[in-house]
């Protein structure tokens, strides 16, 4: 074995880019393949072992493209899984289960966007086997998947049986008692000049995906393309039989017809196999550079601290649409959790991430928002109510697509409502093309879609609100705030916070575009008959919606959470975090005050200006006794607004279990997908809590506040016309600045303002 080198290691890179598995544990074979999972943003595939071991979840998701048949509700499609290649050696299997294992371990190369493989097998005559693997799927060309697998006799000659094919018979999982559902049906089979090519077409939306692959065998000094599925061969001792797989996958959605599929995805993997596997690795590595160049943080000197915030990023990256036919599912594209459905997570959570790295990416998910909004204007009606709304989950279509049935923390199948009442996205959205304009200044964007989303998102709430003559007020009833323990109550704080902030910035937006006099905007206000009563309306609503705070400025989660029955936590689980009580069942906590996940806390993160820092504090104090965190996107909301308001070690706890939530499986929830909430959500702690980087009055401002275990972060941003890359220390902010259009930029750092000249490299400290 010490002489069969190791043929992939020259191109992995070294320390904090790498995520390892160095030993074969079945139990974690689908958290694992969450982990691994490799994409481009137009389609991801999950990090299974080629040879599909049993209970093995293959998993290869295309953005966007979703299905009903068979399912409670619409769901991803689990497509065709290209990642198929099974070897019988001296007549047994060879895999992790069927041989015994020697040695094995895989590394997910997360700036090179590559999973390598070692695995070294025993047959039951002790004949051991070398298998080494490294596959990608292509940031440089995102049809383009490729894979090579070296297989090395190590005690005797073999004889081998190969089976490689595109593995039609893929299902989704079942959630609750559905069972597994075939989501396409097998279109067509043909094979030209070695070169196999299967079509396949989803049931009701009747998409079309083709999958065109090639096989180059390397044996004994010659190579050649073959077209066989199944073919034997005999591989002399300390020899290395090499089986180099390429392929191309496009849809009916970027080429039209199928004819048309077929034809280019034949072309496209023919070109591809005459660039070869070498050139084409090359071409995806550049690639991921650029992605990286713009998107990294190093963070210092903590290098387990960086690989996980590397594996954060990374998984952001791989998820981002390459349109803006769809948005990033709650759980990435890396499993079927939630079934690919898309919530507020994008927004709120994710999209500060790609605003200040990829502004582009950001508009494409704002857009996703503008071409569902005829489906949130339907939604809205067919409730009563006026403008647009959101839908809790949505997909490709924009309608509401919630499941009325899902388990509960026991387990117990119960019926949800948050499909029905967790109205608050619709601010959410409103909030997220705000943040995107303040950031790029993309007026073009705002002419564009930006302003009819905010002023539709203003009109429903509007016609949400339900005014009381006794108390003057105009509440929000039956409504289920982010808590989500207490269904159908009132004036829930984080809704009514984010409904008042809606209704106020349309106004401002409206006077801020009228005093312009742009024709544009007139015809926009034309278009969606927009009238000057209804913005004096909002002005009025907006001032009449409460927001209930005792007198000792602790604002009440929902009116009567007060009343509610105060039980104190007292037990943590090994992460050190809370426990249900066990005498609680999860029915029984609506009685309670406890929440499910940060709700009333989230406002003093998204609005932090509008509250000063004794309330934030307090108000921090007060729900941190009193929130569970029974779910990922709680955690790293907690963290940033307790970092905020001064609790730097609760809040770096919080920090570090969310950061490793998904790498440890500390959800125990990771084999359905990466949490993407949660992804965003680190990130924001880093850029937002540690670097210090806001945008206050629409000016940039840098005041780092660094954790005792963190002495320096890098990182360079996109802010407008400007790329800066920025180094800070705890009392030290150097700026790089550099711009195509701009001579000179002020920005606010450690609370003065700083001029910036382009290309020029400025230093400032703290006194």
């Known amino acids: 074995m010490e002489k069969i080198r190791d043929a992939f290691e020259h191109i992995i890179s070294k320390g904090s880019w790498l995520i390892k598995e160095t030993s074969w544990e079945r139990n974690d074979q689908e958290v694992r393949e969450s982990q691994f999972t490799l994409g481009n943003g137009y389609l991801c595939s999950r990090g299974v072992l080629e040879e599909i071991p049993y209970d093995a979840h293959p998993g290869t998701y295309m953005a966007g493209l979703y299905d009903e048949a068979g399912s409670q509700v619409t769901e991803i499609v689990n497509l065709p899984n290209p990642i198929n290649f099974k070897l019988i050696a001296q007549g047994e299997k060879v895999g992790v289960i069927a041989m015994d294992t020697i040695s094995h371990n895989r590394v997910l190369d997360m700036q090179k966007g590559i999973l390598k493989r070692r695995t070294v097998y025993a047959t039951t005559n002790k004949e051991r086997f070398d298998y080494q693997s490294l596959r990608f799927f292509s940031m440089a060309n995102p049809h383009i998947g490729a894979m090579q697998i070296h297989f090395t006799p ?41 070169i196999d090519y299967v079509c396949v077409r989803t049931f009701q939306r009747k998409i079309g995906v083709g999958y065109a692959n090639h096989l180059t065998v390397t044996n004994e000094g010659k190579s050649y393309g073959t ?50 596997f070498e050139r084409l690795l090359e071409e995806h590595i550049e690639a991921w550079r650029r992605k990286w160049d713009i ?26 649409p390459p349109d803006s036919r769809s948005s990033v599912p709650a759980r990435t ?34 857009l996703y928002r503008y071409k569902t909004l005829p489906a ?108 989500e323990f207490h269904i159908n109550v009132s004036d829930n704080a984080f809704t009514n916070v984010m409904a008042r902030w809606n209704l106020v910035r349309a106004v401002q937006l409206c006077r801020n575009y009228q005093a312009r006099d742009m024709r544009r905007f007139k015809k926009l206000v034309k278009r969606i008959k927009l009238r000057e009563s209804e913005i004096e309306n909002w002005a009025r609503v907006s001032n009449r919606i409460p927001i209930r705070v005792d007198r000792n400025g602790i604002i009440e989660c929902f009116n009567g959470f007060f009343k509610r029955k105060y039980m104190p936590i007292r037990e943590l689980d090994h992460n050190f975090m809370p426990t249900l009580p066990k005498k609680i069942s999860p029915r029984q906590l609506k009685t309670t005050q406890f929440v499910k996940q ?75 997908g990466i949490h993407a909430a949660s992804l965003g959500g680190n990130w924001q702690m880093v850029f937002h809590a540690f670097a210090g980087i806001r945008i206050k009055g629409g000016v940039l401002t840098i005041n780092p506040s660094l954790p005792r275990e963190v002495n320096a972060i890098y990182l360079n941003i996109k802010f407008r016309k400007w790329v800066l890359g920025i180094t800070v220390s705890k009392n030290k902010v150097k700026i790089l600045p550099s711009s195509k259009d701009e001579p000179a930029l002020r920005i606010n750092i450690f609370g003065k303002s700083r001029g910036l000249r382009n290309g020029k490299v400025s230093v400032f400290e703290s006194k």
Request: proline share 2%.
């Open 376 to 483: 949130a204007r339907r939604n809205a009606r067919e409730r009563g109510y006026k403008g647009a709304l959101f839908s809790w989950e949505s997909a490709d279509t924009g309608k509401e697509v919630t499941p009325e049935w899902h388990r509960d923390l026991d387990g117990k199948v119960i019926r949800i409502y948050t499909g029905k009442m967790e109205n608050h996205i619709v601010a959410d959205i409103a909030y997220a093309v705000n943040n995107y304009f303040i950031v790029t200044a993309d007026e073009e964007f705002m002419l564009e879609a930006g302003l009819e989303i905010i002023f539709e998102c203003a009109r429903f709430w509007a016609s949400r609100v339900e005014y009381n003559k006794n108390r003057d007020v105009y509440s929000i009833k039956n409504i289920i705030g982010p808590d």
């Open 227 to 276: 077209s066989e599925k199944i073919l034997r061969l005999y591989i002399k001792k300390g020899e290395t039989a090499t089986f180099t797989k390429i392929f191309t996958i496009h849809s009916t959605r970027d080429l039209g017809f199928r004819g048309r599929l077929e034809r280019r995805g034949v072309a496209s993997c023919a070109k591809a196999v005459k660039k070869g």
């Open 598 to 672: 940060a709700d009333t806390v989230m406002i003093f993160h998204l609005l932090p200006d509008s509250y000063p820092l004794s309330q934030r504090r307090k108000n921090f104090d007060y729900y941190d006794k009193r929130t569970l965190h029974k779910s990922s996107l709680s955690p790293s909301m907690c963290a940033l607004t307790g970092w905020d308001a001064g609790s730097f070690d609760k809040a770096y706890h919080y920090f570090l279990f969310s950061l490793y939530g998904d790498i440890e499986n500390k959800h125990g929830s990771t084999d359905g």
């Open 154 to 194: 190590l005690d005797a000659d073999a004889d081998i049986i190969v089976e490689t094919f595109t593995d039609t018979s893929m299902t989704n999982k079942g959630i609750l008692s559905e069972g597994r559902k075939r989501h396409f049906e097998v279109n067509k089979f043909i094979n030209v000049k070695n």
């Open 333 to 366: 594209l890396s499993g079927e959790g939630y079934r690919g459905h898309i919530f507020w997570d994008t927004e709120i959570f994710m999209l500060p991430f790609y605003i200040f790295t990829n502004p582009e990416t950001a508009k494409r998910l704002l």
């Open 295 to 320: 998107s990294d943080i190093d963070i210092r000197p903590d290098v387990n601290l960086q690989a996980a915030l590397r594996f954060n990023i990374y998984h952001m990256i791989i998820c981002s």
